[in-house]
């Protein structure tokens, strides 16, 4: 049985597997990790797919150094059932050529076409990038 490396603990069949397998995320939270979960397994289709159109990149480029190794959710907010909007703070641990590191985003997650989807970081004075 293959964990997610998600960090949930769980069988990746039933925590971020259905959603790279088409089944939209319920909240924001469950979104953030499994576009980490792709990062972590190179679903490049999948993280571009999950961030939404009008701050889309037109495409990303892999590091075959980097690889992603672990995940913390440090504070959501919103990004509930019945949330058009939702903040999610998160650490992710990466090694990149061999040296480990982390990274630290304040996201921001916008309902678009019902579905939740990525929107960008949320800057450090509080405002929203890629607007």
């Not at 792709?38 to 961030?51: E, G, H, I, M, R």
């Not at 982390?102 to 990038?129: C, K, N």
Request: charged share 25%.
């Amino acid at each position: 049985m293959k964990r997610c490396p998600c960090g949930r603990g769980l069988p990746y069949d039933e925590c971020c597997g259905p959603a790279h397998h088409g089944e939209p995320p319920a909240t924001a939270e469950a979104l953030m990790r499994s576009r980490y979960s792709a990062f972590a397994l190179d679903d490049d289709a999948y993280v571009l797919n999950s961030w939404h159109p009008k701050t889309r990149p037109a495409a990303i480029e892999p590091d075959s150094r980097l690889r992603w190794v672990g995940l913390e959710v440090i504070e959501a907010s919103g990004g509930g059932m019945f949330d058009s909007e939702g903040v999610v703070e998160f650490r992710a641990h990466y090694r990149d050529h061999g040296k480990s590191g982390d990274m630290v985003e304040r996201s921001r997650f916008v309902r678009h076409d019902g579905q939740w989807t990525y929107w960008g970081p949320i800057l450090t004075d509080g405002s929203l990038a890629n607007i």
